[in-house]
């Protein structure tokens, strides 16, 4: 019999790993090309450092790359003040931690952007790279910590959505085919999933009723020759791969290449012993979940699990 915490304990520990691996994004603006390059090798070795040479340039960056933990940008740029660009940037990327560098006196810009929450911390110049590392530290541990507190807020919600959407359907009595689209549509938004599948398995065999979720458009089963997916129904355990280009034992496997999918987390649904069917949850990029996230998965399944037995009575 499988031991459920020490499952998603081993698992938990293969996503923080993935999760520590990766280099926190910060973003430095400064027109002046001398000071960009040095900001830039100031922070390479620690960061991944995006740069920009005006507030425009860098609005363009941010609109490609997505939230970075520090933006650093200077007070005085031709287009826009740094200050002007830092607060278009609050609305879309409030956990982002703002720092201005200037060697001007703009008092009055500056209290103005601090007292907003625009700004973090100001900096004159000229600034030294070893106490403006200690600035950033600091600050990337604050967008840290927003960061969590905002994503244990979404996660709460996401997680009552969830555990309603299962009991409603539980109550309804619709048709297997509903109940497991349904089903798919609730996992797949409350964990960000690029697709979700949940098929229903007989004699350790899938079978044809499935439900499924796409965020990214159409969506093609191939479950069935997937190795996490026989693995986990042979013996019921989740399987996971959280970054499965270089995962070892997924190469060769074509359906991720030519899906374009870099993770994947296989929940076996389970009752009373017996597998009813697996869920699959698929990310087009390296993904760690949290602990408590894969707590609520699992709970989730065995859920999951009763909802389909009701459902084909």
């Given at each position: 019999?499988?031991?459920?915490?020490?499952?998603?304990?081993?698992?938990?520990?293969?996503?923080?790993?993935?999760?520590?691996?990766?280099?926190?994004?910060?973003?430095?603006?400064?027109d002046e090309v001398d000071n960009?390059?040095?900001?830039?090798?100031?922070?390479?070795?620690?960061?991944?450092?995006?740069?920009?040479?005006?507030?425009?340039?860098?609005?363009?960056?941010?609109?490609?790359?997505?939230?970075?933990?520090?933006?650093?940008?200077?007070?005085?740029?031709?287009?826009?003040?740094?200050?002007?660009?830092?607060?278009?940037?609050?609305?879309?990327?409030?956990?982002?931690?703002?720092?201005?560098?200037?060697?001007?006196?703009?008092?009055?810009?500056?209290?103005?952007?601090?007292?907003?929450?625009?700004?973090?911390?100001?900096?004159?110049?000229?600034?030294?790279?070893?106490?403006?590392?200690?600035?950033?530290?600091?600050?990337?541990?604050?967008?840290?910590?927003?960061?969590?507190?905002?994503?244990?807020?979404?996660?709460?919600?996401?997680?009552?959505?969830?555990?309603?959407?299962?009991?409603?359907?539980?109550?309804?009595?619709?048709?297997?085919?509903?109940?497991?689209?349904?089903?798919?549509?609730?996992?797949?938004?409350?964990?960000?999933?690029?697709?979700?599948?949940?098929?229903?398995?007989?004699?350790?065999?899938?079978?044809?009723?499935?439900?499924?979720?796409?965020?990214?458009?159409?969506?093609?089963?191939?479950?069935?020759?997937?190795?996490?997916?026989?693995?986990?129904i042979a013996t019921?355990?989740?399987?996971?791969?959280?970054?499965?280009?270089?995962?070892?034992?997924?190469?060769?496997?074509?359906?991720?290449?030519?899906?374009?999918?870099?993770?994947?987390?296989?929940?076996?649904?389970?009752?009373?012993?017996?597998?009813?069917?697996?869920?699959?949850?698929?990310?087009?990029?390296?993904?760690?979940?949290?602990?408590?996230?894969?707590?609520?998965?699992?709970?989730?399944?065995?859920?999951?699990?009763?909802?389909?037995?009701?459902?084909?009575?």
């Amino acid at each position: 019999m499988t031991n459920p915490v020490a499952e998603i304990n081993k698992i938990h520990t293969q996503m923080m790993k993935l999760a520590k691996s990766k280099k926190p994004k910060i973003l430095v603006v400064d027109d002046e090309v001398d000071n960009l390059d040095l900001l830039y090798r100031t922070f390479r070795r620690d960061f991944h450092v995006l740069k920009a040479y005006s507030g425009v340039e860098a609005l363009e960056i941010l609109a490609e790359e997505g939230e970075v933990a520090v933006i650093i940008s200077d007070q005085r740029m031709p287009e826009m003040k740094g200050t002007e660009f830092l607060r278009k940037t609050l609305p879309q990327f409030p956990n982002t931690v703002r720092i201005i560098l200037t060697g001007f006196t703009d008092i009055e810009d500056l209290v103005d952007a601090i007292n907003a929450g625009q700004v973090y911390k100001y900096i004159t110049k000229p600034w030294e790279p070893e106490e403006l590392k200690v600035v950033v530290d600091r600050a990337v541990e604050t967008y840290d910590l927003l960061k969590q507190r905002t994503e244990e807020l979404e996660r709460a919600n996401s997680q009552m959505a969830l555990l309603a959407v299962l009991v409603q359907v539980a109550q309804q009595n619709d048709d297997l085919a509903t109940t497991l689209n349904q089903i798919a549509t609730a996992f797949g938004q409350s964990f960000a999933v690029d697709n979700c599948i949940l098929q229903t398995v007989e004699d350790g065999t899938l079978i044809a009723q499935q439900g499924t979720y796409s965020a990214v458009g159409d969506l093609e089963n191939w479950l069935e020759q997937d190795p996490l997916v026989k693995d986990a129904i042979a013996t019921g355990q989740i399987q996971v791969s959280v970054n499965i280009p270089k995962d070892k034992q997924l190469a060769g496997v074509s359906h991720y290449s030519d899906f374009d999918i870099k993770a994947h987390l296989v929940i076996p649904v389970t009752y009373r012993g017996k597998a009813t069917a697996v869920l699959s949850l698929q990310w087009k990029q390296p993904t760690a979940l949290k602990e408590d996230e894969l707590k609520l998965i699992h709970l989730s399944a065995q859920l999951v699990g009763i909802v389909i037995d009701c459902t084909c009575k």
